[in-house]
């Protein structure tokens, strides 16, 4: 008599004990999902403080010089002016000084400019179009043939390279790369400069730029892509330090990767991507 409403309280216990299991299965789930999610954040805020330590203090150094050279030659012109005022002295290096005040400014102008460019990048909208990355790599080859025509040079840019990407910040991608490996390159007989595109396991296109410039030591790779970071001497290559940095924020609001191999005397090649790989995608 009484076993139908055992079997009904018992399929109602089992069937609560497996909801409450998978609930707790389902929880478990959720609490590793919200751990890794923690731990990610915490690298990431990691990353950012000690970017941000890297960044004010190179921000503080390399401001410093264009200040210690402007207040030292408006000091020095400060002198003349006064010895000519006091006694008709020679003021024939008074335009010197101003000359290099201004160049002191044009400078820290210019870095300024680097600085708040790579601040913006963080914000500005990504608009993807389908561009012809080989007819603007082209027209910057040409631009920088024209700047110095008399360099023996050659461009080898694989024809038809497409890409789903924001134009505006492609260009500024190429105009560094493109820079970089004809300024490095400029003390070879002939430079070349190859720009080619090739299909990758992980499914995002990898575009190559080569040169055969004066490359660098692979042990300080890891601080090519930081701020204010260079790996070669003014007094070598002139340069702010921040393209390459500016370079890396807009291939990761893409979604892409950049990395470099290079041989010391024997060039340099930039590999990157404009979109997240599938094997990442899918992790």
């Known amino acids: 008599m009484n076993k139908e409403p055992n079997d009904v309280l018992h399929q109602h216990s089992r069937r609560l004990e497996e909801e409450v299991a998978a609930r707790s299965v389902e929880l478990t789930r959720l609490n590793a999902d919200l751990e890794r999610r923690v731990t990610e954040c915490t690298a990431q805020l990691a990353a950012a403080n000690k970017e941000l330590d890297a960044f004010s203090y190179s921000v503080a150094h390399d401001l410093r010089g264009p200040l210690s050279a402007i207040d030292g030659f408006s000091g020095l012109l ?12 020679d003021v024939l290096r008074a335009p010197h000084h101003v000359s290099r005040i201004r160049a002191s400014v044009k400078n820290m102008s210019e870095l300024i400019e680097a600085l708040l460019m790579l601040s913006r990048l963080s914000r500005v909208k990504v608009e993807r179009l389908e561009v012809s990355i080989s007819q603007e790599a082209q027209l910057l080859a040409d631009a920088l043939r024209s700047s110095e025509p008399q360099r023996n040079a050659m461009f080898d840019i694989e024809p038809g390279m497409l890409a789903l990407c924001d134009v505006k910040l492609l260009r500024q991608v190429l105009a560094n790369l493109l820079g970089n490996a004809w300024k490095f390159s400029s003390s070879k007989p002939q430079t070349r400069i190859s ?22 030591d692979m042990a300080q790779s890891e601080l090519l892509f930081c701020a204010f970071q260079r790996l070669h001497s003014d007094a070598q290559f002139a340069g702010s330090g921040i393209g390459l940095a500016t370079v890396h924020r807009i291939i990761s609001r893409h979604g892409g990767r950049i990395w470099a191999e290079s041989v010391v005397g024997q060039g340099t090649t930039f590999s990157f991507t404009l979109e997240e790989d599938a094997a990442s995608t899918s992790a």
């Open 78 to 89: 400060e002198k003349e002016l006064g010895r000519m005022v006091a006694a008709g002295g």
């Open 195 to 216: 720009f080619r595109c090739q299909p990758h396991a992980s499914g995002a296109p990898v575009y190559s730029i080569q040169d055969n410039g004066v490359g660098f």
